[in-house]
């Protein structure tokens, strides 16, 4: 069946506007009831009603399609299914975007028919009880929403309306996928005929940041305040309203959520008028969030959210704002029985039962790093591998675990503190790039500052006795953003200086820059020639003994 098509001989084609102004009723007089047919569609249960139309699941007379109808009085005051229905034809083809199947006007009523779909998150949500959205969802609604606005936006179409209730998913067996609905007030953003940005109006940065806090609404216990109390009805309520909305910074709405909300609302609100986001950066950081977590297959949306697997459900499904870093006591007995047996290869060995005190002081150290939930994680994650012996030869055979990228990290800084020549200190940067390159983003995490902290410390001053904290000085540095040329420029200058510095403190102050230059840079993103200076560090390391 093509896309649009005129379904009906007693209809007009949504082509033929004209005929609208020949419909019945006027401007001011109240809308005629429902018909139970419009334009050979028959009208089964109503779907939703907004402020401008009803929706109806309805069945096609003679062809017996199933669709939605979203029917509209011809003279409401807000006739959006007449902006819609040239909208949709530009959004046809794409995953998530509802197909159009028909549209124009019967009598009184203006009607678009488009695939039938199912809930909207908002409705999932309220259903659901809870008081936050679990992070595996809440990322997996981050990742397809990215993409439906790349898709939307190089379609030329700007969204405007972005909120949970307009976005429903597929029915079976496509209700892992979100789709977009409601398109009343999107606007083309780019002119057909001069292909150029249309001034003066919002552009793609406000979708983006519109999601970007429709995310963060999800994972703050009952949502946003300015959510919480409905449309505001005087105008006093609308200026604290929107004073509070000016004076939510991202650090503020995002406390105690994992840094990458935090980085995309920034990101969002640092975007200029005209440009154009990277969506597939931010796809990936929202997937590798989730990977880290411990989950499958994060950008199918799946609700009511599967039961996790005991080593990861208190990471996961614990509010993340009511986590608390505290062990309880009986977990911390096991974590430290599997200290005792860890085997890190050519690193010290923890020792045996007997060691208990050296276990303890490791385990604390990873507590400072705040990766003492890690050793739950690293049994769902698919990077690294750490051996896990029995204590006995004849005992059970070794069980393997994956270390993800954030606890490897965590271990090079430690390791870090301890290395006492440059021999050790080079080894360790070889095996930092190999984390780095783990994965798609390769991207500086926090964890990956500390670990330029802890290096930049050891080469600056041995002498004196570094405290790692999680908030390292690189990553307090307030980022102003650069254009990327002067990034690309400053690492290129690192890449090549690093070959010829000749002490400990020459190569400290490169580190400092790189980290520094890389925290400003859109992304925290370590490019190739990053990658060379790193490698190149590691080798004048080794020379330098
Ligand atoms: N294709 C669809 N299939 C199933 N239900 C749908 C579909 N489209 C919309 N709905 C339901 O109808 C409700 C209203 O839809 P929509 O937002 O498109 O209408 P609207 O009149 O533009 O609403 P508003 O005035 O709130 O913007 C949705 O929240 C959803 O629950």
Not at 290 to 309: H, L, R, S, V, Y
Request: aromatic share 8%.
């Amino acid at each position: 069946m093509p896309v649009v098509e005129s379904n009906a001989s007693n209809s007009e084609d949504y082509s033929s506007e004209g005929s609208e102004t020949g419909s019945e009723g006027s401007i001011d007089a109240p809308p005629p009831p429902i018909p139970k047919i419009v334009a050979n569609w028959w009208l089964n249960e109503n779907l939703g009603s907004g402020y401008s139309g009803s929706i109806f699941k309805a069945t096609h007379l003679h062809t017996h399609q199933v669709v939605a109808l979203k029917v509209q009085y011809v003279n409401h005051e807000c006739p959006t299914n007449r902006y819609e229905r040239h909208l949709y034809p530009l959004l046809q083809g794409g995953v998530g975007m509802p197909k159009l199947y028909a549209a124009g006007v019967q009598g009184a009523w203006d009607y678009l028919a488009i695939d039938l779909l199912g809930p909207s998150l908002d409705s999932l949500y309220r259903k659901s009880g809870r008081d936050t959205m679990d992070l595996r969802t809440v990322c997996s609604i981050a990742i397809q929403l990215i993409k439906r606005l790349q898709f939307m936006h190089h379609r030329g179409v700007l969204h405007r309306d972005i909120q949970l209730g307009n976005c429903v998913i597929g029915l079976p067996p496509n209700d892992k996928i979100i789709y977009m609905i409601d398109f009343g007030f999107s606007k083309r953003f780019i002119d057909p005929y001069t292909g150029r940005h249309i001034p003066d109006m919002p552009s793609r940065r406000d979708d983006l940041e519109a999601a970007a806090l429709m995310f963060i609404h999800l994972l703050t216990p009952r949502g946003l305040s300015w959510t919480r109390n409905g449309v505001p009805k005087t105008t006093d309520a609308h200026n604290r309203l929107k004073a509070e909305k000016r004076k939510a910074t991202p650090e503020h709405l995002c406390r105690g959520l994992p840094s990458e909300f935090e980085e995309f609302l920034s990101y969002t609100r640092r975007l200029a008028f005209k440009e154009t986001p990277d969506y597939d950066l931010w796809a990936n950081k929202f997937r590798e969030l989730a990977i880290d977590e411990g989950f499958k297959n994060p950008e199918d949306f799946i609700w009511p959210p599967p039961p996790m697997p005991a080593a990861s459900a208190k990471t996961i499904n614990t509010p993340l704002r009511m986590r608390t870093p505290a062990i309880p006591r009986d977990e911390m007995a096991d974590i430290l029985n599997n200290l005792t047996n860890l085997n890190l290869g050519a690193q010290p060995i923890l020792g045996d039962r007997t060691n208990i005190q050296e276990a303890l002081r490791r385990a604390k150290e990873d507590a400072q790093f705040d990766s003492t939930t890690e050793l739950e994680k690293q049994r769902t994650q698919s990077k690294d591998t750490i051996v896990i012996s029995s204590d006995s030869e004849s005992g059970p055979a070794p069980i393997r675990y994956q270390a993800p990228k954030a606890l490897r990290l965590n271990q090079l800084a430690r390791r870090g503190l301890n290395a006492t020549d440059n021999a050790a200190l080079s080894k360790l940067v070889k095996e930092f790039v190999d984390v780095l390159q783990m994965n798609s983003s390769r991207t500086l995490t926090r964890e990956a500052f500390t670990f330029l902290d802890v290096l930049y410390k050891q080469l600056d001053d041995p002498s004196v006795f570094v405290t790692p904290q999680r908030h390292q000085s690189f990553n307090e540095q307030v980022p102003e953003k650069e254009p990327a040329h002067v990034k690309l420029g400053v690492v290129a200058r690192l890449r090549r200086e690093v070959m010829l510095v000749q002490s400990n403190k020459a190569l400290a102050a490169l580190v400092a820059d790189f980290a520094k230059v890389t925290n400003k840079s859109t992304g925290r993103t370590v490019t190739k020639d990053g990658f060379a200076f790193l490698e190149g560090l590691s080798e004048r390391l080794k020379a330098l003994q």
